[in-house]
């Protein structure tokens, strides 16, 4: 039996470039560093970064596009992929690759949020100034209950 899998946890290392193949399906292409640290045998720290090249298709790659900025934290699961290809100068090009399975986003920074058309703008303003006026806690007003402790069963 065989087992190709990756699981990366990593931050984007440039913004996602949503493209579309001629069949319509939507393909986003990411860039995840992962750090390493460990102490080497003379007990100084050392650090190691490695970039993945992470390819995304259909839904989940708009979504990647739409939400997904430089620097923001994300997990990745899939597959390894090399892919080789002849480039213009006659030479053979290879490219190894996580071929994505599921995409999980990382908690949100203010830097990461998505851009807003002016539209979405105007909504999103009206949406924050109604939010304002409400209270931002409700509170439940329970009865006064008076409990005598012989009444409990326990």
């Known amino acids: 039996m065989y087992y190709n899998r990756a699981i990366i946890v990593g931050n984007l290392t440039r913004d996602p470039e949503l493209r579309a193949l001629p069949s319509g399906v939507q393909i986003a292409t990411i860039g995840v560093?992962?750090?390493?640290?460990?102490?080497?045998?003379?007990?100084?720290?050392?650090e190691s970064t490695d970039y993945h090249n992470v390819v995304v298709f259909g839904r989940q790659a708009e979504t990647s596009a739409q939400y997904l900025?430089?620097?923001?934290?994300?997990?990745?699961?899939?597959?390894?992929?090399?892919?080789?290809?002849?480039?213009a100068d006659g030479t053979k090009k290879y490219r190894t690759e996580v071929v994505a399975d599921r995409i999980q986003f990382g908690p949100r920074r203010d830097s990461t949020a998505p851009a807003t058309a002016p539209s979405d703008a105007k909504e999103d303003q009206?949406?924050?100034?109604?939010?304002?006026e409400s209270p931002a806690i409700d509170t439940i007003d329970y009865p006064e209950a008076n409990v005598n402790p012989d009444d409990i069963p326990f």
Request: aromatic fraction near 4%; charge should be positive; hydrophobic fraction near 35%.
């Open 69 to 87: 900025r430089k620097g923001a934290s994300v997990l990745v699961e899939g597959r390894m992929q090399t892919r080789s290809w002849d480039a």
């Open 33 to 46: 560093a992962t750090n390493r640290v460990w102490k080497d045998k003379n007990g100084a720290k050392q």
């Open 126 to 132: 009206s949406a924050q100034a109604g939010a304002q």
